[in-house]
């Protein structure tokens, strides 16, 4: 189920859950893809954090990362406390 979340900057961003999954994951979790204008995030979530009737949007974007970013990786030339 796709949900919709106004942020407090007034982007209108689109959330809804993508099929893949870490492998040990499937049964709990749920990965997320919020997706806005020009720009394309993604979260992984307990699958009852999700599927509540009203789950925390807010929290959700902002826990989430770029697409095929990862918090762990340095982009070189690029200080890593400004990456996130």
């Given at each position: ?27 709990s979790h749920v990965t997320l893809e919020l997706v806005t204008d ?34 762990s990786i340095a982009v070189p030339g690029r200080d890593p406390e400004?990456?996130?």
């Amino acid at each position: 189920m796709a949900r919709q979340f106004v942020a407090l900057n007034g982007r209108i961003w689109l959330i809804r859950p993508r099929p893949e999954v870490r492998k040990n994951e499937v049964g709990s979790h749920v990965t997320l893809e919020l997706v806005t204008d020009n720009e394309t995030r993604v979260v992984s979530c307990r699958r009852d954090e999700w599927e509540t009737p009203e789950p925390d949007l807010a929290a959700l974007l902002a826990r989430s990362v770029t697409s095929g970013a990862s918090h762990s990786i340095a982009v070189p030339g690029r200080d890593p406390e400004t990456l996130g």
